[in-house]
């Protein structure tokens, strides 16, 4: 089961930072050369978008649905969830699911946690999650990463994680073992770095691939600000659309929705958090 999944928040990442004028427009072209690219191999993806891109950019989201791909969501205004009280995460959820919801015009049931935030210590936001209706969550990192991961969490492929007594059906992020570390092959900056040879040699090893992408990982022209994460932020961006082409050749994918209706999940394991 390979799965492709691209996180949509450009459109307010450069907006917040200033680069709205001059870099939107460059933003928007890369989504419509990925949503050829997609037609092209006649793979649908899901897009996890944020509430703010729904409300303040409406023709990103309605041009991802006009062409058949699915809707899931990224939070309002990607604050990392441990920077939020539990009524901010519980406002944050429902501004998002609302704003999406209104514009697409049906009921959203997956959700991906902004920079894969849900950890040990926050865990019980899967129970804000359940009660804003939503059913499959992709947020859980099983490994250490900048912005916290869940280290604890040993399981790899499609489970049921329960906490005090609510369920939530998970599609985790793939990690795989890399000079004694655990790394995320399957999207960012990893895919990217990554060279594609050993990508294709993981994805084609493993039964289950969770592939994360963001527009930004294609965007060759983009501005470059001098940070301690600038050789992960923009190392790859040139070839980049090129490792996705081979991908999309060398494999078959499917979206969240398509994958959660086709696992039996009877047989999965139930993960207590």
């Known amino acids: ?42 793979v649908k993806a899901t897009f996890f978008v944020l ?16 062409r058949g791909h699915d809707i899931g969501c990224h939070s309002d205004l990607h604050c990392k969830l441990w920077q939020l009280s539990d009524q901010q995460m519980i406002d944050d959820t429902h501004q998002a699911l609302d704003s ?31 009660s804003q209706g939503i059913t499959t969550d992709c947020s859980i990192f099983p490994g250490v990463r900048d912005f916290g991961g869940f280290p604890q969490f040993s399981e790899g492929t499609p489970c049921i994680v329960s ?13 795989t073992s890399f000079l004694g570390r655990r790394i995320a092959y399957s999207g960012g900056g990893y895919f990217r770095i990554l060279p594609y040879f050993w990508i294709k040699h993981i994805v084609s090893n493993n039964s289950y691939n969770m592939m994360y992408m963001h527009v930004h990982d294609f965007n060759a022209k983009q ?31 499917t979206n969240v929705v398509s994958a959660v209706s086709s696992i039996n999940w ?8």
């Open 163 to 175: 906490h005090n007594g609510v369920e939530l059906k998970e599609l985790p992020i793939c990690l």
């Open 1 to 42: 089961m390979n799965i492709l999944t691209f996180d949509t928040e450009e459109w307010f990442n450069y907006a917040r930072s200033g680069l709205k004028g001059n870099y939107l427009p460059e933003v928007d072209r890369v989504q419509r050369e990925l949503l050829d690219k997609l037609d092209a191999h006649g």
């Open 223 to 253: 501005k470059r600000i001098i940070s301690t994460r600038y050789f992960k932020n923009y190392f790859g961006n040139r070839w980049s659309m090129g490792k996705l082409e081979r991908l999309l050749s060398d494999f078959r994918f």
């Open 100 to 130: 999406i919801e209104q514009l697409i015009g049906k009921k959203v049931t997956a959700y991906r946690a902004p920079a894969f935030s849900i950890g040990q210590k926050n865990v019980h936001f899967l129970e804000i999650l359940a």
């Open 266 to 273: 009877s047989d999965v394991k139930v993960i207590q958090v």
């Open 51 to 66: 509430g703010v891109v729904a409300r303040e950019y409406p023709y990103v989201v309605k041009e991802i649905c006009a």
